[in-house]
């Protein structure tokens, strides 16, 4: 008994194997001519799904390259550099191309930086290398309303970025002092990504925003190009003469999402927090 069923499974895998050729033989893709694509997209809120993606595609090896399609104004600060640190481990086993769509802005820029290649459309949003921290000041309005709040705390500082009192003078400092570390963590990366003296990235990385076709010039994309563009350049870097099998992850919309990803940043910000982002507010 226990032979007779160690052989169907035995069949069973054979079976799965040959319709898997098969499937390939069809679609007249050789094996070892995948390209993975990655969408990154809207608001940076969460790195777990983007990081296992790539994770996944760099541990298989059918997968050739990888591209990571952006189109994100960037988001938290710690998510983008958890992506940014995944990408350049991918780019030290595979190529990794970005394909920048209508905005790569400040994290959607970050977290591009290391790969192989960056191509961006004509009139793509990118750049914003800077930091931003926005703290809602209720104070006026918790007075007027007649509500006050006491406070009993430990420390100094403990209350520091309250959204029921303005920020003092000491604290502005402070939190500036977080900023420019920050946005030095920021300036750093994007010079050892692009492989851009520092010097040149500080004199760009005051928040503005470049065209496509302006951050050819300075450096901080490759060549303009589609999406389409992108995956050929991918396939070409990793000599894959045919037409490449391109794979994605279907989008499957799920309660986590809301809890993780999905949550409109509006929606977020409805309650007082103080966020520290690397993200392109217009």
């Known amino acids: 008994m226990k032979k007779g069923c160690l052989i169907i499974a035995g069949l069973l895998i054979v079976m799965m194997a040959v319709s898997f050729i098969i499937v390939l033989f069809q679609k007249n893709v050789p094996l070892g001519s995948r390209i ?35 189109d994100s104004p960037g988001g938290a600060v710690a998510p983008s550099q958890e992506i940014y640190a995944e990408v350049k481990k991918a780019v030290l086993k595979k190529k990794v191309v970005v394909s920048m769509g209508s905005v790569a802005a400040s994290g959607g820029y970050y977290i591009s930086a290391p790969a192989s290649k960056i191509i961006a459309n004509p009139g793509t949003l990118t750049g914003s290398i800077g930091v931003i ?23 100094r500082h403990k209350d520091m970025g309250s959204a029921f009192r303005g920020i003092k003078q000491e ?19 994007v010079s050892e990504g692009r492989k851009i003296k520092i010097e040149t990235v500080r004199e760009i990385a005051d928040g503005r925003i470049f065209s496509g076709e302006q951050a050819v010039d300075n450096g901080l994309i490759d060549e303009l190009g589609t999406l389409e563009d992108a995956i050929k350049t991918a396939a070409t870097l990793v000599g894959i003469k045919d037409e490449p099998d391109v794979v994605t992850k279907e989008d499957k919309f799920s309660l986590t999402d809301i809890l993780r990803n999905k949550i409109p940043d509006e929606l977020a910000n409805v309650f007082p927090t103080m966020k520290i982002k690397y993200l392109y507010t217009p």
């Open 36 to 70: 993975a694509l990655v969408r990154i997209e809207g608001p940076i809120l969460d790195s777990k799904k983007i990081v296992d993606e790539i994770k996944e595609y760099t541990k298989d090896s059918s997968v050739k390259a990888i591209v990571l399609r952006v």
């Open 133 to 155: 921290l926005e703290i809602p000041n209720l104070e006026g309005l918790m007075s007027k309303i007649g509500i006050k709040t006491e406070v009993i705390k430990s420390g």
């Open 171 to 189: 604290e502005r400092e402070i939190l500036q002092g977080v900023m420019d570390n920050v946005h030095e963590q920021f300036i750093r990366a």
